[in-house]
């Protein structure tokens, strides 16, 4: 194992500290936790907070979104493990000024029960928790960690809308009905040219041959669909727009946002090509893309490949809500 | 080789289109060439343009940073490549209107030789050119591609800079004045876990050995100063703090910006992790940090390692700059 740390059980600790001296203006850590929210929190006053989080290990998710316009906060779990539900709950408490505290959760059975148990605390406490649970993976049925799908880089989108409809002082219910118009609406699927090693455990979590990849990867590296030998970008666009062609059954017509997201490894030049495919292919089917974005944002540590994200934009408003402007460190 | 690719001859015009269509509202192409420039280019009338480039593989690096508030125009060159002097001339005439352009050059032979080109074919048109050459890298005196220092990391803060004062409404000669005061302030280091892989060559520019790192590599797997086993994170920062050291000779109350830049395949926790230390470093000699910026800005491919950047500012108008507003993809 080759990385710049100093100790592997005590990664996260040190990356949130780094983080948040980093971008003091941006992020605050709660004492005591893995929790970071909004340093200019009084600005949320009255509105809902949104809060996200999950294992460590995807930066700049969760953390890297939190600021206006998105999440009021994030909790940090250790490497690809869920965060306690004491501190999850935490977070919730920093962020509630009476409107209540909204909830996105990856769908994993660690996350989904520890998000779970802090909104029964809270609603010891009385404050008003919803939650919505993503699951835009479309490659599996159930998985290593996971009943049902994974939810994955789709939950930025999710992020994105819900930030926005809480800027503007959305009702807790509100974000709720529109978290759930959403919530089908986003469908990821993934391609893996390598493993990525958690430093805990020191070797890769899966090991492809030079010339291998794998269809469908979650990820904390959970298995896909299929192996074979490496594509040209346009045959891996194929391939994945094909799968989520399946789900969507894609008219003539159709609106869509289209995110390409690099799981760690893998540059920007290659993330660039395939998102170059991708609108040669929508195009080619007649799909209209309002918005488009790349990046390595929800990584998968050292993990090399790639994840594409189409989220159906069935109104003017979720593509504003898209566009609205945000200031965070890393959208 | 393991890239997500189509040809490799190919690379950059298919990531430029890919760059272009992912973000239209930003980038424009300049046609049969791989410069872009502002899409709300008139935005910039009556004021200085700020043009830079070099080869590709430094994703997002330039075009990333092509926006208000930074550069005019950037001008993408083969991998590890010089752009050709007749696409660095497009570029400047495509961002001059009248007020002249400003060329920030990574210092590369290649570089020097070809924008320095493009500014005498800008010369024979009356065009108003001015140039700096960066050459912040402190690791080795010449190497490879290089007579002097190369240009790495640091040419980001000089972006910044100007950007800022173009904006602004600086003339070309307290741009010039700007670039040249701050050019000795600007000072990076690197140390490198893999090299990076040309796509056109197939394999990796240097390899070491699974416990071995090499402290000072350029951009382009240029060799550095010492190889040796990897350490700790803050034992890496313990050697690159202590070289930038001898450079700056810190005082007690100095001001610093410091910019923690991954070179591609190393994850942003590993950053954070190493800024955090980094940080521990300069407060235990005193030395005062007023701005701090992570992530993978200049990167190499998928080279794994990170650079060190220190900028001193040494006076308030430096961080005001540093802070002013910035619309761009990437910073």
């Not at 609603?123 to 996971?146: G, H, L, Q, R």
């Not at 819900?162 to 978290?179: K, N, P």
């Given at each position: 194992?080759?990385?710049?740390?100093?100790?592997?059980?005590?990664?996260?600790?040190?990356?949130?500290?780094?983080?948040?001296?980093?971008?003091?203006?941006?992020?605050?850590?709660?004492?005591?936790?893995?929790?970071?929210?909004?340093?200019?929190?009084?600005?949320?006053?009255?509105?809902?907070?949104?809060?996200?989080?999950?294992?460590?290990?995807?930066?700049?998710?969760h953390a890297g979104f939190v600021g206006q316009g998105m999440l009021s906060a994030a909790v940090c779990g250790e490497v690809f493990?869920?965060?306690?539900?004491?501190?999850?709950?935490?977070?919730?408490?920093?962020?509630?000024?009476?409107?209540?505290?909204?909830?996105?959760?990856?769908?994993?059975?660690?996350?989904?029960?520890?998000?779970?148990?802090?909104?029964?605390?809270?609603?010891?406490?009385?404050?008003?928790?919803?939650?919505?649970?993503?699951?835009?993976?479309?490659?599996?049925?159930?998985?290593?960690?996971?009943?049902g799908r994974r939810g994955v880089a789709g939950t930025l989108f999710m992020h994105k809308v819900?930030?926005?409809?809480?800027?503007?002082?959305?009702?807790?219910?509100?974000?709720?009905?529109?978290?759930q118009k959403v919530l089908p609406n986003i469908k990821t699927i993934a391609v893996a040219l390598s493993g990525a090693t958690v430093p805990e455990v020191g070797k890769p979590g899966f090991t492809l041959?030079?010339?291998?990849?794998?269809?469908?990867?979650?990820?904390?590296?959970?298995?896909?669909?299929?192996r074979e030998k490496l594509q040209k970008s346009k045959d891996l666009v194929e391939e994945l727009v094909g799968k989520l062609n399946e789900e969507f059954k894609f008219a003539d017509g159709d609106h869509y946002a289209v995110l390409v997201n690099g799981m760690g490894a893998t540059p920007l030049m290659e993330e660039y090509i395939f998102m170059n495919d991708v609108l040669n292919k929508l195009a080619s089917l007649k799909v209209k893309v309002d918005f488009t974005k790349v990046g390595n944002l929800m990584t998968s540590l050292d993990m090399a490949g790639v994840s594409l994200t189409l989220f159906k934009?069935?109104?003017?408003?979720?593509?504003?809500?898209?566009?609205?402007?945000v200031d965070t460190i890393a959208w």
């Open positions: 194992m080759k990385k710049i740390i100093n100790d592997p059980a005590n990664v996260v600790d040190e990356m949130v500290q780094g983080l948040v001296r980093s971008y003091p203006d941006y992020l605050t850590r709660i004492d005591g936790t893995e929790a970071v929210y909004r340093t200019d929190i009084a600005k949320i006053k009255g509105k809902v907070g949104i809060v996200s989080g999950g294992g460590s290990g995807h930066e700049p998710t493990t869920s965060p306690t539900p004491d501190q999850i709950f935490e977070a919730i408490k920093k962020v509630d000024s009476g409107a209540g505290v909204f909830l996105v959760i990856k769908n994993y059975s660690g996350d989904v029960m520890n998000f779970e148990m802090a909104k029964d605390m809270a609603d010891m406490e009385n404050i008003k928790v919803k939650s919505i649970v993503v699951d835009d993976d479309i490659a599996v049925e159930n998985s290593t960690y996971t009943q819900l930030g926005s409809a809480a800027d503007q002082g959305a009702s807790l219910d509100e974000i709720e009905a529109l978290a041959a030079d010339d291998e990849i794998e269809y469908g990867v979650g990820i904390h590296g959970e298995p896909g669909y299929r934009l069935d109104s003017d408003e979720l593509l504003d809500r898209l566009n609205y402007k």
